[in-house]
């Protein structure tokens, strides 16, 4: 089956504008988790979505990012008045649920986001 | 709160070395240890996983024993191989944090033949 998938896969936007980033997770996977990594540096978590909600958002980084997912499937990043320290690649993973610790996280390919 | 520090890279070896990458770990609650690792020019891939203190995770000749006495879960492959060569993640996710995984900065090896 497929896997996760982050469309697109390059992004290069000046400062200040919008940027929509989309995730779509692993068929019949409930809970959705976006990420942010930086050059040499781990991943970085931002928000979950447990089916429609997000049930955490406590790594969103400031007010100029969001996140949906109304049908809970396909999820968007929304990031508003881009700045050049938002460059990074966004990882998004989806898991079959929120089960706790022994859900493993599937990873997409990631959208690697050049602010200039 | 949670951290993972893993040691740092690159980690440069020969085909069938001995491989080990320290991770150490704090974190508060009960956490659950992963290693991710990520092949050049694709997504992150789950290597491994233990979910108690002393499981044992293993995986394509990888392996690494959940220590909660010295925090930590170091992974070790025994002969590595050219195709080993890749960036290596250590990760936890907290009883108290459910879903956030905590991700160390990473470890790349490089496997010359």
């Known amino acids: 089956g497929a896997g996760v998938s982050q469309t697109p896969s390059n992004k290069v936007t000046e400062k200040g504008k919008y940027v929509e980033l989309r995730c779509d997770p692993i068929s019949g996977h409930t809970a959705l988790y976006w990420y942010r990594q930086s050059l040499g540096q781990g991943p970085e978590f931002l928000i979950y979505?447990?089916?429609?909600?997000?049930?955490?958002d406590s790594g969103l980084p400031n007010d100029r990012f969001f996140a949906v997912r109304p049908e809970g499937s396909v999820s968007t990043l929304k990031i508003q008045r881009t700045e050049r320290g938002d460059s990074a690649v966004y990882l998004c993973?989806?898991?079959?649920?929120?089960?706790?610790?022994?859900?493993?996280?599937?990873f997409g390919p990631g959208t690697r986001l050049l602010v200039l | 709160g949670n951290s993972v520090t893993q040691m740092e890279g690159p980690v440069t070896l020969s085909e069938e070395a001995f491989l080990t990458i320290n991770c150490t770990y704090t974190a508060t609650g009960y956490p659950s240890l992963f290693w991710y690792v990520q092949y050049p020019g694709e997504g992150l891939q789950l290597l491994l996983k233990a979910t108690k203190a002393d499981d044992k995770g293993s995986n394509k000749g990888f392996e690494a024993t959940y220590r909660k006495e010295t925090t930590s879960f170091h992974l070790e492959k025994g002969s590595v191989q050219v195709s080993d060569s890749a960036v290596y993640f250590c990760a936890l996710v907290s009883t108290d944090s459910w879903g956030k995984f905590q991700f160390g900065a990473g470890t790349q090896v490089v496997v010359t033949p």
């Open positions: 979505f447990q089916g429609t909600g997000a049930a955490d």
């Open positions: 993973a989806s898991s079959l649920s929120h089960g706790g610790g022994q859900e493993t996280q599937y």
